[in-house]
């Protein structure tokens, strides 16, 4: 079954332009509520969060509208981080978790992601189910049976507890001197608490949201005032977040930036020599680094390779039964504590790697010497079909032959946003630019 509306990560748009408007997230709501409603003689649950967007009070209350037409119970965290909704859908046995956030997008965007009772994300058979639902519309629930609206404050601290548990127990992080970046997002108070309350020395920033500069100039796509604010106050290590802190870039005490393929080295590594990876092997996706996969295979710890998508990661987690994975772009899943990336949680397990081997964080966030590799976009009109068009295809067959034996290529239309993405990677820094440059220009044409 296709899906229209979901994309990668679920639905996500520019608000209060289709498909990312009030009227669309209540019909969201009033399928999913359908969907999920399938005992019609008990009371039904939903859970929702969201990030610090000014449109996430329009949309927060079109799914409550949504989702009570249907008979569900309706649950409000308020701004709380994407891996909290998992967490607290299970734990308040809901039977839908939502988050309200279009993650590392700027602020005018938004996004509607759904979770389901055991609090992974949905599967793409179950959002084209939605999908058809949303077509097809849905019968409201008689006068009687609508359902309430309730809002639980103390959401977050729940998600606070449950991340400082997952910290090594006797552990502390006393004399450790941490900025944390928050991207004046979901995560703008949480980030900044956990680490004070195991021992750190904090200096937050971006933690000031109004509406309108979640990860402005900020967060972990933008790492620029972080490594700045390490070196200026001699702190020992920078983590930085996205909007709904579900992804981390982490900074070390001169300012370099280690992204999530470092990270996933790291773990990996150890937890193989711990004797906790389960599979021996790691799950990434087909972003990751070359070398990534040679420094792994060194250590005879496999790779699988997904879609991207932290979804589509930890699917084949689940199928596969791995318990770490992630994205190059900082997503960390590690099952055995989470059921999707989670920025604060996988901090915390880089500052227990710190403290457990008393190294710095510079000596341990470089584990392989990455192949060059180069990303660009294109933005391209609606409606248009770049990949299409037949000197594309013929620039990128031809970059396919000059890269046989030397590197690889990867072309691929964004699922959040509507960029055609140009990926390569080669021992050759000026043939990579050349390869790189040559595809975009084609693409841009055509856009």
Not at 10 to 30: C, F, Q, S, Y
Not at 56 to 62: K, L, Q, V
Not at 171 to 193: F, H, I, Q, S, W
């Amino acid at each position: 079954m296709m899906r229209k509306l979901f994309g990668t990560d679920g639905v996500r748009g520019t608000a209060n332009t289709h498909p990312m408007t009030a009227d669309l997230a209540l019909r969201l709501g009033a399928a999913a509520g359908r969907y999920f409603r399938r005992d019609a003689q008990r009371a039904h649950r939903v859970v929702i969060g969201k990030d610090t967007r000014l449109s996430g009070y329009m949309f927060e209350n079109a799914l409550t509208a949504g989702f009570t037409s249907t008979g569900m119970n309706v649950f409000l965290l308020g701004p709380v981080p994407t891996p909290a909704v998992g967490m607290i859908t299970t734990s308040m046995r809901a039977d839908v978790g939502v988050m309200i956030s279009a993650s590392h997008n700027p602020a005018v965007d938004n996004g509607i992601k759904f979770f389901g009772p055991d609090g992974f994300k949905l599967s793409d058979d179950a959002e084209a189910e939605i999908e058809a639902l949303v077509e097809a519309g849905v019968e409201p629930a008689r006068a009687m049976n609508i359902g309430r609206a309730k809002r639980i404050d103390d959401g977050r601290f729940r998600y606070s507890e449950r991340v400082k548990a997952t910290f090594p127990l006797g552990m502390r992080l006393d004399g450790v001197k941490v900025v944390v970046d928050c991207a004046n997002g979901a995560a703008y108070k949480t980030a900044p608490e956990v680490l004070w309350e195991l021992g750190a020395e904090v200096i937050p920033i971006g933690v000031s949201p109004n509406g309108h500069n979640i990860n402005d100039g900020c967060g972990s796509t933008n790492t620029r005032a972080a490594a700045e604010t390490v070196v200026a106050h001699g702190a020992d290590v920078g983590i930085c977040l996205d909007g709904d802190a579900d992804r981390v870039m982490i900074l070390d005490e001169t300012g370099q930036v280690a992204d999530g393929d470092q990270i996933m080295a790291l773990f990996a590594a150890r937890w193989a020599d711990e004797g906790r990876l389960a599979g021996g092997a790691l799950v990434a996706t087909v972003m990751s680094n070359l070398g990534l996969e040679r420094y792994l295979d060194g250590k005879g710890i496999g790779l699988h390779r997904t879609a991207v998508g932290d979804r589509y990661v930890v699917e084949a987690m689940r199928a596969g039964g791995f318990n770490l994975g992630g994205e190059q772009s900082g997503h960390i899943v590690m099952t055995d504590y989470a059921t999707t990336g989670d920025g604060l949680l996988a901090g915390l397990q880089f500052l227990a790697a710190m403290i457990g081997t008393g190294k710095p964080a510079s000596a341990l966030m470089r584990q392989f010497e990455p192949v060059p590799q180069m990303l660009k976009n294109v933005r391209f009109a609606a409606g248009a079909d770049p990949l299409g068009s037949a000197r594309v295809k013929a620039a990128i067959a031809e970059a396919e032959a000059d890269l046989v034996g030397k590197g690889r290529l990867l072309i691929r239309k964004s699922g959040t946003e509507p960029l055609i993405r140009v990926m390569a990677e080669c021992e050759d820094p000026a043939m990579l630019e050349k390869i790189v440059d040559g595809i975009v220009a084609r693409v841009a044409e055509s856009a």
